[in-house]
């Protein structure tokens, strides 16, 4: 059979769906900016971006034969893509638990939304944010609460020395300082 008469599967498309994974039985816990953050990525995405792309399909189909139409082509590719950012962020959105880490501000626990600083057994100091597991970036020293490291320091006060288990095997870690945002600040 022609590949031009092949129906291309969405099946393939929604494998991206489940990455990065929220653990059985949790809820998806996020700060007031990162679900703002999605939000408006969403909302652009549906109000602005498809409607264009939409509007290039259209166009390039009414010119006639759609097999070697790159515009075509390349349109509805990108209409699969967008639409499959929307049915996740659209589903993350609804499991979305917004949480205010200011509510611990002065605290020496470690929550979720802490700045933590902390010292391993080779006396290296790292800082990290923990944060929702979509809006996480390690680039800017930030770990989701699922993070081995983040699950290791959950719950630990100050001065506490916890076990963070790593792939060299366990390893002593101690919180150095417990830091979270001023009310009204995030």
Known sequence: MNKAFTRESDADDDEDLALPAIPAGTRNYMTAAGYQHMRAELLQLIDEERPK???VV??????GDRSENGDYLYGKKRLREIDRRIRFLT??????????PSLHHGSDQVFFGATV????????????TI???D???????QVSWVSPVARAL???RLGDVVKLL????????????????APGQG
């Open 166 to 181: 790593t792939p060299s095997g366990p390893q002593d870690i101690e919180v150095l300082s417990v830091d979270y945002p």
């Open 91 to 100: 589903k993350r959105l609804e499991l979305a638990e917004v949480t205010d």
């Open 131 to 133: 944060l929702g597991i």
């Open 53 to 55: 792309v939409v509007e």
């Open 135 to 141: 809006e996480a970036d390690s680039a800017q020293g």
């Open 154 to 156: 959950l719950k630990a």
């Open 117 to 128: 600083s902390y010292e391993d057994e080779a006396g290296e100091r790292r800082t990290v």
């Open 58 to 63: 259209h166009w390039a189909a009414s010119n």
